[in-house]
């Protein structure tokens, strides 16, 4: 019988002065390694990352299986609130607004290295459920990595920015699901059935569905009711205390719940800030003053009094008296998530890292031609913000249409009588139509010829008055530009800067490929033999994963950086290189 059963309690001991330098230590190269890092290339994570393959068990074993262990739980609750946060940062109307072009990019960053896996068949020699499991590994985007390349460049808030999490946010759901359908399957092809995808995908979607409903039917129309009552709340709800307990039980709830029912805790974190956001914004509108809704439904104001009213409406959304999800993120959450928490999750997938074993001669370059096959298989999901031009297209296509008709016109045959004669007609009515077009032509120059002199007159008259002729000149101007878009092409994109910073960002894997890696390793779907060493199927999508998670933020720093110079080179005066996305 074990002996810890029988203890009523647990002992304490106090820590050895080994165990603490490591252990501090460990915190303390986490956190310098990020600063640096960050203040280099936006991607102080990669250092997080080899910190934890140093001090884990890839490297020195500084730290026991126990310690990892706990580091790995703790990383994975740092990994929640990171997610919670990107959730805070999202607005339900950016999402909505870009919810086809997330959607597109989604699709594409899971279909795309789904199918480039196949490769893996005639690289290593693997079977066709063998190349699904890597490709299910692969198609998934890290999370926490994205989040914390998109916070750390301040661009979580941007539309790129939206459509970036959002699409991450469904190739995690795609992800769980290739866990779920990994762990049914196990090493047996033969216990595939239709049962084993379809349920966890619809849990997925429908665990959303269900509270988009429960938002929209119940709480919403609630909020309404309390607000058109004037019904005041109890002053207690307006303490930070109160908010505090409010959004941590609303997180933890919804993340437990979203587990239960079988679908991914990372989507029910995000879930859970998009809820959180959209309570604060329900919850400013009820309490807008009377004064400022009776000044929107009068009279014009001028533009003073328009700032004042919007600066106030900012006050209540913003101010101390209403503590909101994100001011409470940030007075309770972010700073332990951010210097503990966060680290500790980075570190805990280089644990998760075979170094001594990926380094055999025929697994290097088999893992480096599959890591670039990936990486092209993230990146061309950027495409989807490239705006192409047909112009040319439709030039040639206008040209070749020229040449067609001269050549027919040429080797056409003698015309009969009877073609003449309709040929006479039809160039009768065409003249009838062209002097018709004159007469018009002449009165709209007339109409023209008197605009100008009302402009003289209003000049000569001052500036004060007004004539009526202005309203023409402005109509007619109108009437020219609105006719001008319609015909012409649409521009070019000023950069392809916004297209390769998403699709940069989208290229990390990290936990959940690492997690579905291991499931298949550890369930024998890589297996090729009896032999006790690890599998080379498993190792070469291991390299994969890991060139992929440290290439991505590494690239998106260095441009990120690029365009922080550029627009400060350019300040006000200059095109934003981000254009729209950066918005």
């Not at 019988?1 to 330098?21: C, K, N, R, W």
């Not at 500036?463 to 009437?479: D, F, L, N, Y």
């Not at 390769?500 to 033999?529: C, H």
């Not at 992929?548 to 200059?574: A, E, F, Y």
Request: aromatic share 10%; net charge negative.
């Amino acid at each position: 019988m074990d002996e810890t059963s029988t203890e009523a309690a647990f002992a304490y001991h106090e820590p050895s002065i080994v165990t603490f330098l490591n252990q501090a230590g460990f915190l303390v190269a986490l956190n310098i390694v990020n600063s640096c890092l960050d203040s280099l290339l936006y991607c102080g994570l990669i250092g997080q990352l080899l910190v934890g393959i140093l001090w884990g068990t890839p490297g020195a074993k500084w730290l026991d299986r126990e310690t990892e262990t706990v580091i790995q739980q703790l990383g994975y609750l740092g990994l929640i609130l990171l997610v919670y946060e990107g959730g805070l940062s999202t607005s339900i109307k950016a999402v909505g607004a870009n919810l086809l072009v997330s959607l597109c990019v989604a699709v594409t960053g899971i279909g795309v290295p789904m199918g480039l896996s196949f490769i893996l068949k005639e690289l290593v020699g693997a079977s066709s459920l063998q190349a699904f499991a890597a490709g299910a590994a692969l198609s998934a985007t890290s999370l926490g990595t994205t989040f914390t390349i998109l916070s750390t460049t301040n661009l979580i808030t941007t539309r790129l920015g939206t459509v970036t999490t959002s699409a991450a946010m469904l190739d995690d759901v795609i992800g769980f699901v290739m866990v779920q359908i990994i762990s049914n399957l196990g090493g047996d092809s033969s216990s595939f059935d239709a049962v084993t995808v379809i349920r966890p995908l619809f849990v997925s979607f429908g665990f959303a569905i269900g509270l988009f409903l429960i938002c929209a039917f119940f709480i919403g129309p609630c909020l309404e009711k309390v607000a058109r009552t004037n019904s005041s709340l109890p002053r207690f709800t307006k303490t930070w205390h109160f908010a505090f307990l409010f959004h941590t039980a609303l997180l933890v709830g919804i993340v437990a719940g979203a587990t239960y029912a079988g679908t991914s805790s990372l989507f029910a974190a995000y879930l859970s800030g998009v809820i959180a956001t959209w309570l604060d914004e329900k919850r400013a509108d009820s309490q807008t003053p009377e004064s400022d809704a009776q000044d929107t439904s009068g009279s014009v104001h001028g533009p003073e009094q328009f700032v004042q009213s919007e600066s106030s409406e900012q006050s209540i959304v913003h101010g101390s008296d209403m503590p909101t999800g994100e001011k409470v993120y940030e007075t309770y959450f972010k700073q332990p998530a951010n210097r503990i928490l966060i680290p500790l999750f980075f570190a805990s997938i280089g644990f998760a890292i075979p170094i001594t074993e990926m380094f055999r001669g025929n697994v290097v370059w088999r893992g480096i031609i599959y890591s670039l096959l990936m990486i092209f298989g993230k990146v061309i999901t950027g495409l989807w913000l490239v705006r192409f031009s047909f112009h040319p297209f439709f030039s040639f296509f206008n040209s070749t249409k020229t040449l067609l008709s001269r050549f027919r016109l040429f080797c056409s045959p003698t015309m009969t009588k009877k073609q003449k004669r309709e040929k006479g007609q039809i160039a009768q009515s065409s003249a009838v139509l062209q002097s018709d077009v004159r007469t018009e032509a002449s009165h709209n120059n007339t109409a023209r010829n008197r605009i100008p002199n009302s402009a003289d007159a209003i000049q000569e008259t001052g500036s004060g008055e007004e004539t009526p002729g202005q309203p023409e000149v402005h109509e007619a101007e109108e009437i020219n530009s609105s006719q001008r878009s319609a015909i012409s092409f649409p521009e070019k994109p000023k950069s392809l800067y916004p297209p390769s910073i998403l699709g940069l960002a989208m290229v990390a894997r990290g936990e959940v490929g690492y997690l579905i890696a291991s499931l298949a390793q550890s369930q024998g779907m890589f297996s090729q033999g009896p032999s006790s060493e690890t599998s080379e199927i498993y190792l070469v999508i291991i390299w994969a994963i890991s060139i992929c998670t440290l290439v991505g933020p590494i690239c998106v720093g260095t441009l990120v950086k690029r365009v922080k110079r550029l627009q400060n080179d350019r300040g006000n005066s200059g095109l934003d290189p981000l254009g729209v996305w950066g918005i």
